[in-house]
């Protein structure tokens, strides 16, 4: 699995332009709708600057939820056949520190009692699209990876055997889909594979958490200079460790999260976090656009 380099880059900073385009056959008289796409402020990730816009213009307020994400709540009371919400992101990211090669075995002792701690539930517990399943446990059986050794070197080990497992393919899943149809297929996008690994990880004890993002790639290679197109937003999970707090790993991509990758939210699955969810009255059959431009400034 690649590891992050510590300490030894400068920071990155990072202008996201996220567009999304409802389109509908028929005209949309009231719509009430929650933006996730604000990006988080913490340790290592900046914010600079946010602003988010729609067309038609539309009421906004700001609310933030149980996890410490940002929303913004939309309302929109008059006719229309199209909505258009554009989000300007300007982040800075710090590398992240170099994580040690070993925890020690006796860690394990520690991560299980600290997920024991109750403030820590919404992330051991299973959640409505990462919970366990008689076709979950025949697939982890399969897989040979157990928490007996180190912990970081085991959930790591997870990360890449689920790289290995399972094949990267747009369209085959939906965001509706289960760990089980995906367990069934064995294709998928970076939902499906960080649900599993979300799953299995909180199998194991380990805080896990859901995270939705950015990551920044361009067709040069990972990291290169230039903006990134058509993108869309990523997925990847979060475990908690012992000495380390919050680390990122990213099954997808087989590696750890670092500088390049910018979070959005966190939450229990992908529930939680999607950047947009809403109701509206009329409409008719909806088409959504989604495009995403990730330029490293």
Not at 26 to 31: E, S, T
Not at 59 to 66: F, S
Not at 164 to 193: H, N, R, W
Request: glycine content about 8%.
């Amino acid at each position: 699995m690649t590891a992050p380099a510590g300490g030894a880059q400068d920071s990155s900073r990072y202008r996201i332009e996220h567009v999304t385009r409802f389109v509908y056959t028929q005209a949309v008289r009231r719509c009430t709708m929650s933006l996730c796409l604000q990006p988080l402020q913490v340790p290592g990730q900046r914010l600079a600057d946010f602003s988010v816009k729609t067309t038609p213009p539309a009421r906004l307020t700001t609310e933030t939820d149980p996890f410490g994400n940002t929303r913004h709540i939309l309302t929109l009371h008059q006719d229309h056949d199209s909505l258009q919400v554009v989000s300007i992101s300007d982040v800075e990211m710090e590398p992240p520190p170099a994580l040690p090669e070993r925890l020690g075995m006796s860690t394990w002792d520690e991560v299980r009692a600290g997920g024991a701690d109750p403030k820590w539930w919404d992330f051991t517990s299973a959640s409505p699209v990462a919970r366990p399943s008689p076709a979950l446990t025949e697939f982890v059986t399969g897989l040979g990876v157990e928490p007996e050794g180190d912990p970081l070197a085991d959930l790591m080990a997870l990360s890449e055997a689920l790289n290995d497992a399972f094949e990267y393919l747009p369209g085959a899943t939906s965001v509706d889909s289960t760990i089980d149809e995906f367990l069934a297929s064995g294709k998928g996008v970076c939902q499906d594979y960080t649900h599993v690994m979300v799953a299995i990880a909180r199998s194991w004890g380990v805080p896990t958490r859901y995270v939705s993002g950015y990551l920044y790639v361009t067709a040069d290679g990972s990291g290169q200079p230039g903006s990134a197109f058509g993108a869309a937003t990523h997925a990847w999970a979060e475990t908690r460790l012992p000495r380390l707090g919050w680390i990122g790993l990213d099954p997808t991509n087989r590696t750890l999260a670092d500088h390049k990758y910018v979070r959005i939210a966190v939450g229990r699955d992908y529930r939680d976090v999607p950047p947009t969810r809403g109701v509206i009255e009329g409409g008719g059959e909806s088409q959504l656009e989604v495009n995403v431009r990730m330029t490293l400034l």
